[in-house]
């Protein structure tokens, strides 16, 4: 089996520091965590940015602060979200692909959110898609659905997205695909060929996902955006104890854990 890669989204646009004291909130702090996890065995971080006041802005400056403070500390691959928050303008989401970062998430279709609609109509898949392949950035195509893989397929049809395609499975969203293990292979088996996966399971469903993902020799993602909790009832102490666990569970299932460059090598990124 190829290597384990470990894909950490540290903070979100959603969870509060009330939800989880814990939450890396400022550059400094965020680049700090994503050091932490690196150091873990962790090879790309899925950022979002946080303003002054801790709430989610795709404020270019904000991510280029972020993005100098982790490569100050290590060579850790950098994916940053053009999701961003339920109610960003489109504008708004993609400014930050201005950096031209490695990686972007690219989620491709609309699902509801808890009680929010994230918005993601054709036009703009496409004109993101367009624009990463513009700017050499990989995206990551984010999975929120099983009609969304079909969408995804349509963008590599339209030779939008080169190989290999990475898919990032993000299961258990309130009014997404539940992440249930029956859900997981009917992802798993809709991709394309020549497609990498990462999945993560929100909340409770995180350990069985990522086992499971872990066995079948795909990837994972992990982090405060997906679950804050260490296990029922108990809240994490950081994003790299997190990490720390799901090492320790893949060398006992006899999976190696991938660095970044091995990474960058896997996913053909432009360096
Ligand atoms: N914050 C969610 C509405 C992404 O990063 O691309 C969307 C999200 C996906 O987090
Ligand atoms: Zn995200």
Same mark, same amino acid.
């Given at each position: ?9 540290p903070?979100?646009? *959603?969870v509060?520091?009330?939800?989880n004291?814990n939450?890396?909130?400022?550059? %400094?702090?965020?680049a @700090? ?6 150091k *873990? ?6 950022l ?16 280029n602060?972020?993005?100098k403070?982790?490569?100050?500390r ?7 979200s ?8 489109? @504008? *708004?989401?993609?400014?930050? $692909? %201005?950096?031209?970062?490695?990686m972007?998430s ?16 054709p ?7 367009q624009?990463m392949?513009n700017?050499?950035?990989?995206? *990551?195509?984010?999975?929120f ?8 397929? #349509?963008?590599?049809? %339209?030779e ?21 293990? #029956?859900?997981?292979l009917h $992802?798993v088996?809709s $991709?394309?060929e ?10 409770k ?8 993902a872990i ?13 804050i909790y260490?296990? #029922? ?5 950081s994003n790299?104890?997190?990490v720390i ?14 660095t970044p ?6 996913l053909?990124?432009?360096?």
């Amino acid at each position: 089996m190829k290597p384990l890669i470990i894909t950490v989204a540290p903070n979100g646009a *959603e969870v509060t520091k009330k939800d989880n004291p814990n939450l890396p909130i400022t550059p %400094e702090d965020i680049a @700090e965590e994503a050091y932490n996890c690196y150091k *873990e065995g962790t090879s790309i971080i899925h950022l979002h940015a946080r303003d002054e006041n801790g709430n989610p802005t795709q404020d270019p400056e904000t991510y280029n602060e972020m993005i100098k403070l982790i490569k100050q500390r290590c060579n850790i691959i950098i994916q940053i979200s053009t999701g961003g928050a339920i109610g960003m303008s489109t @504008e *708004e989401r993609r400014s930050p $692909l %201005e950096l031209k970062p490695e990686m972007a998430s690219l989620t491709t279709g609309t699902v509801n959110f808890g009680d929010g609609v994230f918005y993601n109509p054709p036009t703009l898949i496409k004109s993101l898609a367009q624009e990463m392949k513009n700017l050499g950035i990989k995206p *990551e195509m984010e999975i929120f659905d099983v009609g969304m893989i079909a969408n995804a397929k #349509k963008l590599i049809k %339209e030779e939008l997205i080169n190989p290999p395609f990475q898919f990032g499975l993000i299961m258990g969203v309130p009014g997404g695909i539940p992440g249930t293990i #029956k859900d997981l292979l009917h $992802l798993v088996e809709s $991709l394309p060929e020549k497609s990498m996966w990462s999945a993560t399971g929100i909340g409770k469903t995180h350990i069985p996902i990522s086992v499971t993902a872990i066995a079948l020799g795909g990837n994972v993602r992990l982090g405060f955006e997906d679950n804050i909790y260490y296990e #029922k009832g108990v809240l994490a102490e950081s994003n790299a104890q997190l990490v720390i666990r799901i090492v320790r569970i893949a060398k006992e299932m006899g999976r190696k854990i991938a660095t970044p460059d091995e990474v960058r090598e896997l996913l053909r990124l432009k360096i």
